[in-house]
């Protein structure tokens, strides 16, 4: 079993920045892909972006591409989501999840979640 815990979320304003990781208990982490998603309020929970075990291969929603970096540790069991340019509608609960070799754009496929992380981007 995987344990995840996410950190650096908070109140920015749009325009600037935040830094999001999520640390993995376990030996394991290496072994997962790893990925953010979010759920605003009144929403259903969305991919925002993945990373293949390696770290190699990387994938992005749409709405959040050319702003926000995806990337991991595994010699720290971490991954972060570096989010640059934050809009008002970027506003969501983020969390990580790990995902044992399934699709990755998809809930469905992943195992494990952390418990969230509120960010919010004032206009």
């Known amino acids: 079993q995987v344990q995840l815990v996410e950190s650096g979320g908070g109140l920015v304003q749009a325009g600037g920045s935040l830094r999001l990781s999520c640390a993995a208990s376990?030996?394991?982490?290496?072994?997962?892909?790893m990925g953010w998603f979010r759920q605003a309020p009144g929403k259903e929970r969305e991919f925002v972006a993945a990373i293949r075990r390696s770290g190699g291969s990387t994938y992005y929603a749409d709405s959040v591409k050319g702003r926000f970096t995806i990337s991991r540790d595994n010699a720290k069991n971490t991954v972060y989501l570096q989010m640059n340019s934050l809009k008002p509608e970027d506003t969501a609960v983020y969390y990580c999840a790990c995902n044992p070799g399934g699709y990755l754009l998809i809930t469905a496929d992943y195992d494990y979640w952390g418990q969230g992380t509120q960010v919010t981007v004032s206009s």
């Open positions: 376990g030996r394991t982490f290496s072994s997962y892909a």
